[in-house]
């Protein structure tokens, strides 16, 4: 089984920082695209970051500037460092992994999600 777990969340002030982690792990042969995901109390969840294995970004444009989506290939962990926080940025944050599974003899494609981890951003 491979799985993704989130961790870092929590209440912070508005202007405050924040960073965000997913650790993978389970028979995992190679690791493609990551990226981080959130959804706020009644709204659609929406892409937030997405990072390359060769460590190109992309943001969107509601956190250009103010999020950085970072990567340790070696521990299997993409990061999710927020700075100048503001109070529409609460949200439950999830993190994904576009992956290739490995269990002998057998090689999977898969698209894995975390459990989510909160985020408020309040004063």
């Known amino acids: 089984q491979v799985q993704l777990v989130e961790s870092g969340g929590g209440l912070v002030q508005p202007g405050g920082s924040l960073r965000l982690s997913c650790a993978a792990s389970g028979a995992i042969f190679s690791i493609n695209d990551m990226g981080w995901y959130r959804q706020a109390p009644g709204k659609e969840r929406e892409w937030v970051a997405t990072?390359?294995?060769?460590?190109?970004?992309n943001y969107a444009d509601s956190v250009k500037g103010r999020f950085t989506i970072s990567r340790d290939n070696a521990k299997n962990t993409v990061y999710l460092q927020m700075s100048s926080l503001k109070p529409e940025d609460t949200a439950k944050y999830y993190c994904?992994?576009?992956?290739?599974?490995?269990?002998?003899?057998?090689?999977?494609?898969?698209?894995?999600w975390g459990q989510g981890t909160l985020l408020t951003v309040s004063s």
């Open positions: 990072i390359t294995s060769d460590s190109r970004t």
């Open positions: 994904k992994a576009d992956l290739i599974a490995y269990t002998s003899p057998y090689y999977r494609a898969l698209e894995v």
